[in-house]
């Protein structure tokens, strides 16, 4: 399995992106897809999860901003970012979970700065 992010930048305050993580090869069983980040110095964290079947699980520090989906048909899972902050600047993470192990996206930066 192979997973492709994209979508981060630069953006001012205030401003959104949509970040996308595409998967390939043998895909089946996937238990949940998730978004993390890590800032400079800091340790990589929960953004955003969803559960098959499950509910969404955001971050308090995303939550009412950020929102993540799920397109089945393209194994393609979105971060939708509004109002970023500042503090939002980190490296974007994905992860698909299959029943048979956890893979990760190579990173997207997202940096809010005015």
């Known amino acids: 399995v192979q997973l492709q992010a994209s979508g981060g930048g630069l953006v001012q305050p205030g401003g959104s992106l949509r970040l996308s993580c595409a998967a390939s090869g043998p895909i089946f069983g996937i238990k949940a897809v998730g978004w993390y980040r890590q800032a400079p110095g800091k340790e990589r964290a929960l953004v955003a999860a969803l559960p098959s079947g499950g509910s969404t699980n955001y971050a308090d520090s995303v939550k009412g901003r950020f929102a993540i989906s799920r397109d089945n048909a393209k194994n393609t899972m979105y971060l939708q970012m509004n109002s970023l902050k500042p503090e939002d600047t980190a490296v974007y993470y994905c992860?698909?979970?299959?029943?048979?192990?956890?893979?990760w996206g190579q990173g997207t930066q997202v940096t809010v700065s005015s």
């Open positions: 992860k698909f979970s299959f029943y048979y192990g956890d893979y």
